[in-house]
């Protein structure tokens, strides 16, 4: 990680405490989007202003097209807004207003080394970085920089929108966002439309035959039922120089509760990695199933090449079993 420099730092808090001090979230709601283009390296970040429900204030800024993705998925509701697996699969960076028991130790020590002071309820801003796969973090010092900026972007234009100079709606038919870039040291607003692209499935390798043919003869004729799970354990690994990360729990457990394999990944394993991973357990396995039950059309995706080879049938349905025994685990 690049640490940011004790002026960045301070810069971040001044605009902060402005931002905080203004509370635009009496008059903003959370999709009263707009858009800021990093000077740095051209990534445009899509802001929220947060509060406008009255839980949660600040403002939090999705970066690039996995971005504005993850915004749209959470503003459509798609994923649970409680769960982990939704907080690690954003991209962002974030300043939110909490309680002084919701700050660490190292947070604590910044605030201390500033001289600044929070009291009351909310009173101490909490910066946080986020990237699929990974525990939430730490600014380092592009991000500072960047917040920085957005920050105080928020406050030029959520006066603008007090005082009914610009309307964020007035592109919303088009698809337009009001855009902010850099130039010639000068900020310039236009209305851009963001990406609208969805992640296509990542290509896997074709299943290996020679080996899949290998696995049926060595095993007696498949039978029972198999429910199997891909998922994030909450369980940070990673040295204490490094980000850490979440793993990926692979589960299969059969139709008695027993379970028939586990595995864990690294969040960043590609599908053709993955369905190694899978074919593993197959062949560690007892006995093949003759059906497997997954949670989700992804899995499933991962699952139903090697399946229809071994003449495994599989279904997306509830796992009510592997659910509860990974509960326990957790």
């Not at 051209?42 to 993705?69: D, K, P, R, T």
């Not at 990360?245 to 394999?261: F, K, N, R, S």
């Amino acid at each position: 990680m690049e640490e940011p420099t004790r002026d960045e730092c301070e810069r971040l808090y001044a605009a902060t405490m402005q931002f905080k001090e203004m509370a635009p979230w009496r008059w903003m709601a959370n999709n009263d989007l707009f858009a800021v283009e990093n000077p740095g390296d051209g990534e445009v970040g899509y802001c929220s202003i947060m509060g406008n429900g009255g839980m949660e204030y600040g403002l939090a800024v999705f970066l690039g097209a996995e971005g504005i993705a993850s915004y749209r998925r959470l503003a459509m509701e798609e994923v649970d807004t409680e769960s982990r697996e939704a907080l690690a699969s954003l991209r962002s960076l974030s300043v939110t207003f909490v309680d002084r028991e919701y700050v660490d130790k190292r947070v604590r020590e910044v605030g201390r080394t500033l001289g600044l002071r929070f009291r009351g309820v909310n009173g101490w801003p909490l910066f946080r970085s986020l990237r699929p796969g990974y525990v939430p973090w730490y600014l380092e010092q592009e991000e500072v920089l960047f917040l920085d900026i957005a920050l105080r972007l928020a406050v030029r234009v959520a006066g603008e929108v007090r005082e009914d100079r610009i309307q964020l709606s007035h592109g919303a038919q088009a698809g337009l966002l009001l855009t902010f870039s850099s130039r010639n040291g000068e900020w310039v607003q236009e209305w851009r439309k963001p990406p609208m692209t969805r992640k296509e499935p990542e290509a896997m390798a074709p299943a290996d035959q020679a080996r899949l043919g290998r696995l049926m003869q060595g095993k007696e004729a498949p039978q029972g039922r198999w429910e199997l799970d891909l998922s994030l354990m909450p369980i940070p690994v990673g040295s204490k120089r490094e980000r850490p990360y979440y793993p990926i729990l692979l589960m299969a457990v059969d139709q008695a509760g027993i379970i028939v394999a586990t595995q864990t990944l690294e969040p960043w394993a590609s599908a053709t990695q993955r369905q190694e991973a899978l074919l593993q357990a197959l062949e560690n396995a007892p006995g093949l199933p003759a059906e497997i039950r997954v949670s989700s059309q992804e899995v499933r995706r991962l699952v139903e090449p090697m399946a229809k080879a071994l003449g495994i049938s599989t279904r997306v349905s509830r796992l009510p079993r592997l659910t509860a025994i990974r509960e326990d685990l957790f």
